[in-house]
């Protein structure tokens, strides 16, 4: 593949860097703990837990060394003609983890992964609360000492849409933005 890919730059060549995610995802995992990730027991949990949001994204996370050093040891290869045949009808996977002390894993192809719009396995609606929940937190400060009750009167703004009148839905992305010190060019 493109040899820009594992080394990402900016925001914008990470999130287009699948070796990067891989590595990030893992990162967070090893973070929460073998025990704690052992502990849950279902794909919408999991995919929360090691969901990516911008703070994944900024300096700091695009050159952690931990991250980098487990970008090294990821490797693709090519799935094969089943693998062909079912793009892009979905987004065929397969993952394989090797390790030094625990032996090896692997997973069965995935066409469509926890948060795709076409995955029947998990709870979407759950998993879109969640990212908007965080979202909400970063964009009202949450993580620097903002209001984090901020973020749920974001969330009831834009929840049930059918039933706002033409004012309210005027007035749907009218949001009050608390740019933290992170933030700040």
Same mark, same amino acid.
């Given at each position: 593949?493109?040899? #820009?890919?594992?080394?990402?730059?900016?925001?914008?060549?990470?999130?287009?860097?699948?070796?990067?995610?891989?590595?990030?995802?893992? !990162? !967070?995992?090893?973070?929460?703990?073998?025990?704690?990730?052992?502990?849950?027991?279902?794909?919408?949990?999991?995919? !929360?837990?090691?969901?990516? $949001?911008?703070?994944?994204?900024?300096?700091?996370?695009?050159?952690? !060394?931990?991250?980098?050093?487990?970008?090294?040891?990821?490797?693709?290869?090519? &799935?094969?003609?089943?693998?062909?045949?079912?793009?892009?009808?979905?987004?065929? +996977?397969? $993952?394989?983890?090797? +390790?030094?002390?625990?032996?090896? +894993?692997?997973?069965?192809?995935?066409?469509?992964?926890?948060?795709?719009?076409?995955?029947?396995?998990?709870? $979407?609606?759950?998993?879109?609360?969640?990212?908007?929940?965080?979202?909400?937190?970063?964009?009202?400060?949450?993580?620097?000492?903002?209001? #984090?009750?901020? #973020? /749920? /009167?974001?969330? &009831?703004?834009?929840?049930?849409? /059918? &039933?706002?009148?033409?004012?309210?839905?005027?007035?749907?992305?009218?949001?009050?933005?608390?740019?933290?010190?992170?933030?700040?060019?």
């Amino acid at each position: 593949g493109d040899p #820009a890919k594992r080394d990402p730059t900016t925001r914008q060549s990470a999130d287009h860097s699948m070796v990067y995610i891989l590595a990030s995802h893992l !990162k !967070k995992a090893l973070t929460l703990g073998y025990d704690r990730i052992k502990a849950i027991d279902n794909n919408t949990d999991m995919w !929360k837990s090691v969901m990516l $949001l911008p703070l994944d994204y900024d300096q700091r996370a695009l050159y952690d !060394k931990d991250t980098r050093q487990l970008m090294k040891k990821i490797e693709f290869e090519h &799935g094969g003609k089943e693998y062909d045949d079912n793009y892009p009808k979905g987004i065929p +996977t397969k $993952l394989s983890i090797e +390790t030094q002390t625990a032996g090896s +894993t692997q997973s069965d192809m995935v066409m469509y992964p926890s948060g795709h719009a076409r995955n029947t396995e998990c709870d $979407l609606k759950s998993i879109l609360m969640h990212k908007w929940q965080a979202m909400a937190a970063i964009t009202n400060g949450a993580y620097t000492g903002g209001d #984090a009750n901020a #973020a /749920q /009167q974001i969330i &009831g703004k834009l929840s049930n849409v /059918q &039933g706002k009148s033409a004012d309210e839905i005027k007035d749907l992305y009218n949001i009050p933005i608390n740019v933290t010190e992170q933030y700040k060019l």
